[in-house]
């Protein structure tokens, strides 16, 4: 067999704590699971270069400022966990890949948004040495303008 698929790992279920922490804008399976140098790459920041999305800078400090961002403009964030799995290659690479959906109310204008997210983590051991997200941005950025501008009004 060349690879494995699997939703019923440690690992797994390692993510799907920090993703339900991310909700609650609890950062400590974070520190629990990420290594201090991660390598996030998020498509989100429309940071390309010849082809391929950049990292981003600042490792784990940056990921978790992200998240805390994400707080500032919505509540009642939370990520679908269902269609979650690890993927073993013969060589022993493993990664958790999510295939979920997104969704938050505004902070500001209360409304409420749903869009689909890809997300995947590369593991060395027990912790998350790389990953990224993928998603339409263009769905995600009209909302975060939103919020930022209603965030504006005094």
């Known amino acids: 067999m060349y690879h494995i698929w699997t939703s019923l790992d440690s690992k797994t279920i390692k993510v799907r704590q920090l993703l339900e922490a991310f909700g609650k804008n609890d950062s400590s399976v ?32 940056a990921f978790l400022q992200n998240n805390r961002n ?30 979920g959906m997104w969704s938050g109310t505004g902070r500001f204008t209360k409304n409420k948004s749903t869009f689909p997210l890809h997300v995947y983590f590369y593991w060395k051991d027990d912790k998350i040495i790389s990953g990224g997200q993928f998603t339409d941005f263009s769905a995600f950025a009209t909302v975060a303008k939103a919020e930022l501008a209603a965030s504006q009004i005094k």
């Open 30 to 61: 974070v520190y629990e699971i990420f290594a201090d140098t991660v390598k996030f790459s998020d498509q989100m920041a429309n940071n390309q270069e010849n082809g391929l999305t950049k990292v981003n800078p600042g490792g784990r400090a």
């Open 70 to 99: 994400a707080h500032q403009l919505f509540s009642d964030i939370s990520v679908t966990t269902d269609n979650m799995r690890i993927f073993v290659r013969k060589d022993g690479v493993t990664a958790t890949l999510l295939w």
